[in-house]
Structures are given as structure tokens and as C-alpha cells.
């Protein structure tokens, strides 16, 4: 019965039991798994996402990364993403500084801070702003923030195509209001948001605080209801544009103000690319039998 190093690891977050959790189990060269496998592990261990790694041709700096939630294969994934960097060059201690994953999305780059930290690489995903609102994104509005237009500044409403994700851009909610913000969907709003068929709801604002700039909330839209993601990096691939573009930010301190909460900076060095660095933790470690 084969088996496998599995971690649990905490990703944007330098302290246990925050950020997003999740599992990075690692494929030697010399071993293999099958998808249906990584879907039975990925189901097994129950947690946001599980990252797949295997070292191709016993390259320590080339590896294979396959992302599964609880119920699917999924495109992208930026906090296991992070969460395999920091299990490869923290944990392991590979004899490498940087690693390239081949995945799903492209191939990406993971390097180690001087702090330990992990620097990733991701493709940029630069949203279009939508001048003529139809009436289910007011609906979106009200059901996750609880506002209503007139409550506040301006919210200006974007979509990523790449991403398939609609971002509000809200005005005027200060970092505590924002924080607070909950959501409770009628049966009648639930139906409308779902006919949009978007991928995730980002909320984000500009930060009164002296050290973040950037605070965000995410809400995945699914059959299943409208969950809400601890610390999501592809949302902030779409963030880092917006901020650089409205507000001349190439150095983005961003905050995800979900209930475990994370941190990460965001740097913008090209158009087509977004640097997003953050901590993580390791909170399990052991083996797993396929």
C-alpha cells in the first residue's frame, strides 16, 4: 500500500490556526498517483484545498502541482499554492532557492524571503469596470454587505474575465464596519446571484489603517450556498490591479478580514505579472496510505 508525506499547513499567516488551511502531500519522483486518488485524499482530508506535488525527474527545482478541493479538481489555488512552497523549502529544506510548479494555470514560480516567507509569481487577471449594472448586481450588493447604495461613498462594480470573479470596490466603510459585514441571502436573492454564474464575489475597500492598504472579503457563489473564503491569492491577483491602476499602488499591504484572517504583499513588477508574498505554518505532518 503506497505511502505519502502529507501536511497541514496554514498559508498568509505567521501565527497557528489562521490564514487558510491546506493539505500538500508529496509525490517522489519514483512514485505516482492517480487523479481519482487525489480526489479520494483530497475528499479524506476535508480542508479548503489539497495541493499535489511530485518532483519531475528527480528535479528538486521542477515539480508537478495538481490542486483538488473536497468535491473537484479546481484551476487555481494561491494559498496552496503558497502552502506547497513552504512545505518544499521550509519543511523539506530543498537544496534550491526557488521552484517552479507546473500546474494547471501555467507554470509558477515559488521562492523563499529572507524571512522565510514565500514569494510567488502568479499571472495577472485585470478586471474591466461594468458601467451598466444589471439589477442582480445590486442584489449582490445588499445580500453580502447588507448595504444598500445610498449607504455608502460609491461602489464600483468590476469583473475578471480571466477569473470568472465580479469585484466591488466599496467607498467610505471603515477597516471595523467592513470587517463586520454579513451576509444573509433571501431565497429570491440567492436565485439571482446564482443565474450570474460567477466564480467568487470579492469585496474590497482601501484600508484606514497605517499598515495595510488593502482589505478584502470573498464569498465563493455555489449550488451549495455562498461560503466565504479565509484568504483567497487569486482574488488579489484582480486587487492588485485595481490598486495599481486607481491609485498608483505597486506595493499593495492587503488584509483578508474573513474570521481566521491572513496578510500578504502584493507587488505589481510588470502588467502581466502580480508578487504576492506571505508566512505560513505548519500545524500537521505525517503520512497518508493510499
Not at 63 to 85: E, I, Q, R, S, V
Not at 173 to 192: G, H, I, N
Amino acid at each position: 500500500m503506497p505511502t505519502f508525506e502529507i501536511y497541514v499547513v496554514d498559508a498568509f499567516t505567521a501565527a497557528r490556526f489562521g490564514g487558510n488551511a491546506a493539505a500538500v502531500i508529496v509525490i517522489p519522483h519514483d512514485k505516482d498517483m492517480d487523479e481519482t486518488t487525489m480526489q479520494n485524499v483530497a475528499s479524506e482530508v476535508n480542508l479548503p484545498m489539497s495541493a499535489f506535488v511530485k518532483a519531475q525527474s528527480g528535479d528538486q527545482a521542477l515539480y508537478k502541482l495538481l490542486w483538488f478541493n473536497p468535491t473537484a479538481k479546481a484551476a487555481f489555488c494561491g494559498h496552496a499554492t503558497l502552502a506547497a512552497g513552504h512545505v518544499l523549502l521550509n519543511i523539506l529544506k530543498l537544496p534550491v532557492t526557488s521552484i517552479k510548479f507546473d500546474s494547471p494555470a501555467g507554470m509558477l514560480n515559488a521562492s523563499k524571503g529572507s524571512a522565510d516567507e514565500i514569494v510567488l509569481q502568479f499571472p495577472s487577471s485585470p478586471p474591466t469596470v461594468v458601467t451598466e449594472l444589471p439589477s442582480a448586481y445590486r442584489t449582490v450588493l445588499h445580500a453580502f454587505t447588507g448595504l444598500s447604495v445610498a449607504d455608502i461613498k460609491t461602489a464600483v462594480f468590476y469583473y475578471a474575465p480571466r477569473a470568472n470573479d465580479l469585484v466591488i470596490l466599496l467607498d467610505g466603510v471603515d477597516d471595523t464596519k467592513f470587517a463586520a459585514l454579513d451576509f444573509a441571502p433571501s431565497a429570491d436573492a440567492s436565485r439571482e446571484i446564482l443565474a450570474l454564474n460567477m466564480r467568487v464575489v470579492v469585496l474590497v475597500a482601501r484600508s484606514q489603517r497605517g499598515d495595510t492598504d488593502s482589505i478584502a472579503r470573498v464569498f465563493h457563489i455555489n449550488n451549495a450556498g455562498f461560503d466565504e473564503d479565509q484568504v483567497t491569492g487569486s482574488a488579489h491577483t484582480i486587487i492588485a490591479h485595481l490598486f495599481s491602476s486607481l491609485f498608483g499602488m505597486q506595493r499593495i499591504r492587503a488584509h483578508q478580514c474573513s474570521r481566521r484572517g491572513g496578510r500578504m504583499l502584493i507587488e505589481m513588477p510588470d502588467s502581466d505579472t502580480v508578487v504576492i508574498s506571505g508566512h505560513a505554518v505548519t500545524v500537521i505532518q505525517g503520512n497518508i496510505s493510499t
